[in-house]
């Protein structure tokens, strides 16, 4: 198998359509929200973006930074920053420095306003437009900023089908996207990253070749805490059953015959990687 190259296509129409879309209301946007998955800040990012949104001052919104290796994002961070990125850490599930967007809008667009108070005219709502790659939290920040549900939450890609208008009480309007990808997903590790953390949908690759290569990237990087959650193992990367047959013996994943179900370990080792019980991790180096 070649580490560098993949060949996946999962480009669903409405992606390429909304893309379109962004295009033709650009002229009505003043400052873009990218949002990126905070335990795969290279592998989230849309790779062709400044060609969708010009330039459109930005600010780039790390989500999920409960779950991420915070010293090895925190690299990412300092390195966006470094390309003129204003970057913001966010936990959404203990809404942690979710205000700081509304602070960091005001500040971007403080030259913006002052022109229209220059010409006598009133300091307008900014429009922003929030976009990302799929199931990367979009739909969660939106309701966080709003203060209240406005929008619906999914833990799979493809929730929000269209762009549309949210209005927020504290300045605020945001034009709301689907979750976009690029047409040829050909880097593996970014395929592979993507796939973990249910950017795109898991049908399109194996589960078990997801769930090794989850296995691979512990193993490597978080060797403590793959052992804290299923007990120690040496890892065969040229054979994973034997890590398997381990696992699956440990979670009780056995079928008829006492036989481990391969299906039902893949299951629970993404699983158990997506909703944190492999501890906090950062798949990008």
């Not at 070649?2 to 650009?26: D, F, Q, S, V």
């Not at 993507?194 to 589960?207: G, M, N, Q, V």
Request: proline share 3%.
């Amino acid at each position: 198998m070649n580490e560098n190259k993949t060949n996946i296509n999962w480009y669903p129409g409405h992606m390429a359509k909304t893309k379109r879309e962004i295009k033709e209301k650009l002229d009505l946007i003043d400052i873009v929200y990218e949002v990126v998955d905070s335990r795969i800040p290279i592998s989230s990012k849309i790779k062709d973006i400044d060609d969708l949104i010009k330039n459109k001052p930005k600010i780039m919104i790390m989500t999920k930074s409960d779950l991420c290796d915070e010293k090895k994002t925190n690299k990412h961070v300092k390195y966006y920053e470094s390309l003129g990125y204003k970057v913001i850490l966010v936990d959404l599930i203990n809404n942690k420095n979710v205000d700081k967007v509304l602070t960091i809008t005001k500040e971007v667009l403080k030259d913006f306003n002052e022109k229209r108070l220059s010409k006598g005219l009133k300091e307008k709502n900014a429009r922003a437009l929030i976009i990302g790659i799929p199931n990367v939290g979009k739909s969660t920040l939106i309701n966080r900023l709003a203060g209240k549900k406005v929008v619906n939450v999914g833990d799979r890609p493809g929730v929000t089908k269209q762009l549309s208008w949210i209005k927020l009480t504290n300045g605020v309007d945001l034009l709301d996207s689907p979750g976009i990808l690029w047409p040829k997903l050909d880097d593996y590790k970014v395929a592979h990253n993507l796939a973990c953390f249910s950017a795109i949908k898991e049908e399109i690759l194996p589960l078990n070749e997801i769930a090794c290569y989850i296995l691979k990237t512990m193993y490597d990087n978080y060797r403590d805490n793959l052992f804290n959650r299923y007990g120690s193992f040496v890892l065969d990367e040229e054979d994973y059953s034997d890590a398997y047959e381990f696992i699956g013996r440990k979670r009780g994943c056995l079928i008829r015959g006492n036989e481990v179900d391969y299906d039902k370990v893949s299951n629970i080792i993404i699983k158990d990687l997506k909703e944190g019980y492999l501890g906090k991790v950062t798949f990008d180096e």
